[in-house]
Every structure is written in C-alpha cells, then in structure tokens.
C-alpha cells in the first residue's frame, strides 16, 4: 500500500531551525509537496520537489532524496506565526496525491 | 497566486436537511477541482474529483449520492450534502490546479467550509 510517514508533532524555540522529516512509499513518484496549514484554515502551499536535492524559498528549505523515499523541510528563525501543521504529499504515478497525516509545530517563546 | 473561494465558510444545519457549499477559481479556469473531508487532527481524505461538463470521479467509500458535486463550468464545482447526519460534521475543502504556464502540480485551496449537522 502507499504510506507516507511524518511525526505527529514537534515543539521548537522561536528563533530555532527545526527539520521535520517525511518518508514516503507509493506506486511510482511525480513529485513531493509540503503544504502548510493553520488550524481551521485550509492548506497553503509551500514548497514542491521532484528532483534530489535542496530547494530553498525564504526562510524555508525543502529537500528531497528519491532513492531514500525521503525528504524534509527545514524551517529557519521561527517565529510564532509560523505554529501549524505541516502536511507532506507525493504525486504518484496516477498523478494522485498521497498525504501524510501532518505534523502539527508548536513554537514557544 | 492562483485564488479558489469557497463558499459557505461555516454552516450549521438540522439533521435530515442538504447542505450546498460551492467552489470557484477566481482568477483562473480549472477544469478539474478535488473535494476534501479533513476531520479534526487528520490529514485530508480526497472524497472526489470534479470534472468539467462530465461526472465526478468519487473515492472508494464515499457515497456518490449523498455528496452530489456538480461541475458545470469551468470556474464552479458544487457539494451537495444530502440528507446531513452528525457524522457528516467535519471541514470540507475544495482544490483546483491552475495549469496554465507549466504544471508543479501546486494545488490552490478554498478556504474551507466548516459543516456542523445537529
């Protein structure tokens, strides 16, 4: 079956880097999605890999290892704006997105 | 960016009654959107996929006729809830891809419509 694996939650200091990883089994791979979501809000979209390596926008970094079935993203100077959910996708070979079940970041001062 | 609206943000209806939230690309055609359940502390569940002028494409387990969708432009997909139960309670949210210009596949998302069937 397709699975996509993230943790449930992780805390980090406002002003911190914190990584939150993602691994992925699907049927076939057309691209990784990081999508941001803030409580009662619908997703935002934040980052889109489909080769290895290091995408960066910003204060955010997303980077993918297909071999690995593995990505993260990284998240630089945290600010308290940036508490949500972090939900990781990958587009499989029916262009279907898979979705993880998110990782929900709490910030504390 | 790309803007999808949806509409109702919240609704609050008796059990037994429909509820319609729709959907619309703004700024964009999008002859393809996906319709969402997302219930508290889970990721999103693609109910199904809404087709332009044909019949949507509904996920394994969800009963295409109590969520009626209706797609008859290419700027608006509807969800009709019939016959709403409290088990139907949950954020409903709808997507569309704009993919004009190249395709990363980003998805642009409504802002949801909250549903609370009493």
């Known amino acids: 079956g397709q699975n996509i694996d993230q943790p449930t939650e992780m805390t980090a200091t406002e002003g911190a880097i914190v990584q939150i990883n993602c691994t992925y089994q699907?049927?076939?791979?057309?691209?990784l999605f990081w999508y941001q979501q803030h409580a009662g809000e619908a997703p935002t979209f934040l980052s889109y890999?489909?080769l290895d390596g290091l995408e960066e926008k910003g204060r955010f970094s997303s980077f993918l290892s297909r071999s690995k079935g593995y990505s993260y993203l990284l998240l630089k100077e945290l600010q308290m704006k940036d508490s949500a959910s972090y939900l990781c996708?990958?587009?499989?070979?029916?262009?279907?997105?898979?979705w993880g079940a998110g990782t929900k970041l709490i910030i504390k001062p | 960016g790309a803007v999808v609206s949806q509409h109702p943000s919240w609704v609050i209806c008796k059990s037994g009654t429909s509820v319609k939230i729709e959907c619309r690309s703004l700024d964009f055609q999008a002859t393809t959107m996906f319709w969402y359940r997302q219930f508290p502390k889970q990721s999103l569940m693609l109910m199904a996929t809404s087709n332009e002028g044909s019949k949507a494409t509904y996920e394994q387990g969800v009963e295409k006729d109590k969520f009626l969708i209706n797609h008859a432009s290419l700027t608006l997909s509807t969800l009709t809830v019939t016959s709403a139960h409290p088990e139907d309670s949950s954020f409903y949210i709808c997507?569309?891809?704009?993919?004009?210009?190249?395709?990363?596949?980003?998805?642009?998302f409504g802002e949801g419509s909250r549903l609370t069937v009493l």
């Open positions: 890999n489909v």
């Open positions: 997507s569309a891809r704009d993919q004009e210009g190249g395709d990363t596949g980003e998805l642009f």
């Open positions: 699907t049927s076939g791979f057309n691209g």
């Open positions: 996708a990958v587009r499989d070979s029916n262009y279907q997105l898979i």
